[in-house]
């Protein structure tokens, strides 16, 4: 494909073209040692201790939608940005860019649903900012979080850390956030209704390390899907990785869905889902922490980190057969999150 | 004027809609005490040391104006947010929200800006977001960043500090960033090029704090201006402000340009200028400071504080009369930063 003069929306899938302008523009500009990890979150060490920083904005459409909204996506995505590191999430900033138009009513309605999810995930929002632009300047409300987490003495988790041998644990079903937001969109209803996994992990988080000091990888499957993330670490890490595509969960509404539509699940965006790369030895106490918490009752081990195939990512299908499963190129379902 | 149902531009003004908006939404859906302060940075106790935390988005039409764009004032306006609570600002995070089809020459020039800039303040960007969405759901491209900031130990400077007989000083001339934009947007030239003053103040405050332990405020007036930020400072210290119209330095071409549009220069952004409110006794150490660096050769003494007309900013006129100015209502410029 020839390179494009533009910003194309496959550039904001979270694949290859996203980790492309990342790396290739802004990484390259501002380089510097951790922005450089290309993890979820920064650790910084400051102040005599180590926090982790992380931001992200929110762009979904429609803003509100089956098993959430646009503003509990947006104290999620950080928080669970911040949980990736091991750090444990304090503080947010809110900032808001509104549409002229924008109905109250539904502006509180998201405030509302901030606040609820602040509370449970036990975050703070301290600073903010709103900007409005012109009718037709914006669709409707993006939101950006900025969040500050304290990273525990001695934990290391990053990207960079899973070993071969390691095991790869998922916190439950993939999907179900992407189909979610689809169906909303086109107007599509099913029998069972899909909704979306949106979800604050800490908590999760916090029981898996009191479980286990031996988790070197975690990592949120969002834009991209588990595929994505997998590729993302593998290539981090410098490793293989071998997932079975019989072990790894979705709904059947979800795959339902995905047959329907001609999407791979495995590439479908989750808003409340931990991968976690594992030391082998832990895995049992660390599997039995995750189903024991409300985001992490389908926990499975769906594969292992491998010597072989380095930098890729091999699903071992239903009929037994390898394929190599590689990040999502191109663009799947723009303004998921 | 009737409560709207929707939310209108001058919510986005900084003046009294933006206010109210803040208050009765934000601050009071999701209070808790750092944020009902209202400063422009949040400051945390946090690991054993205390951080100012603050975001912004800008949105500012066209990216590109005489003396800036997007990108350097995504940083400056950060780093001098940061740099308002006494902080030394560290780490940005760097949120991309882009339009379909932007050109990649036009954000290549942004980001070698936002290098550019970071190098100048001494802050690294260690985290960042891309998201693209599609064409005419966006305009160009908005960029969020939030920033971390060291504040030094005994350090209390903040809005609510502000005490009678205080003085209140001006790093340099007003109105220069919103001319700038307007003569841009409309396509306007003038004999004297007016540029933006966008520019990272840290150097500037630093320098002034090694002059004085008695900065009690300071806010970049930025969206509302100098009149709207020193009506914020009132209210939020309690005290009245008195200032000298004839003592505001304010450049020949602003003047003019803000006289043949309508505009008054009081309401004017700035976005490479300081307000400080300094106990007497040390004005003129802070004054000696402040024209020492390159971003402060105009500054000036132009009022005080006064224990009468609690809340308000009193201006003395040319001719020796005396005016409330109050906060900006209504808005001025949209998308000036």
């Known amino acids: 494909m020839e390179k494009s003069n533009t910003v194309l929306l496959a550039h904001g899938s979270g694949g290859k073209l996203s980790q492309e302008l ?15 990890r290309m993890d979820d979150s920064a650790c910084l060490e400051i102040g ?41 999430p304090k ?11 924008l109905a109250f009513e539904d502006l509180t309605r998201v405030v509302q649903s ?3 999810t602040a509370a449970e995930a036990g975050v703070c929002i301290v600073t903010g900012d709103t900007k409005v632009v012109n009718r037709g300047k914006a669709d409707k409300l993006f939101i950006n979080t900025a969040g500050i987490g304290v990273v525990p003495l001695g934990v290391q988790i990053s990207g960079c850390n899973a070993r071969p041998g390691d095991r790869v644990m998922l916190s439950g079903s993939i999907g179900d956030h992407g189909m ?16 979306s996994d949106c979800a604050p992990l800490n908590g999760l988080i916090a029981a898996m390390m009191r479980a286990s000091d031996n988790i070197h990888v975690l990592r949120d499957p969002t834009r ?10 593998a290539a981090q890490s410098g490793v293989g ?41 832990d895995t049992d106490k660390v ?12 926990a499975a081990v769906i594969g292992e980190v491998t010597f072989e195939h380095k930098n890729r990512v091999v699903l071992r299908t239903e009929l037994g057969a390898r394929r190599i499963v590689d990040m999502l190129s191109g663009e799947l379902l723009p303004r998921i999150c």
């Open 48 to 88: 005599g201790g180590r926090l982790a920083f992380t931001t992200d904005s929110y762009v979904v459409s429609p803003i509100f939608f089956p098993g959430g909204d646009i503003g509990k996506l947006a104290v999620c995505g950080t928080v669970n940005d911040l949980s990736t590191s091991g750090a444990t």
């Open 91 to 101: 503080y947010l900033s809110l900032a808001m860019i509104i549409e002229e138009g």
């Open 287 to 298: 599997l039995t922490a995750m189903r024991a918490n409300r985001y992490g009752v389908d």
């Open 241 to 281: 990785i071998e997932i079975d595509e019989l072990k790894i969960p979705v709904k059947d509404a979800v795959r339902t869905a995905c047959e329907l539509l001609g999407f791979d699940p495995l590439y479908v965006a989750n808003e409340g889902k931990m991968v976690a790369i594992v030391a082998r030895e």
């Open 180 to 195: 979610a937001i689809m169906a909303q969109r086109e107007g599509f209803t099913f029998k069972v209704p899909v909704e």
């Open 224 to 233: 991209g899907g588990l595929t994505t993330t997998l590729n993302e670490i």
């Open 22 to 36: 990342v790396r290739n523009m802004f990484v390259a500009e501002l380089s510097n040692e951790t922005l450089s």
């Open 114 to 116: 901030i606040k609820a």
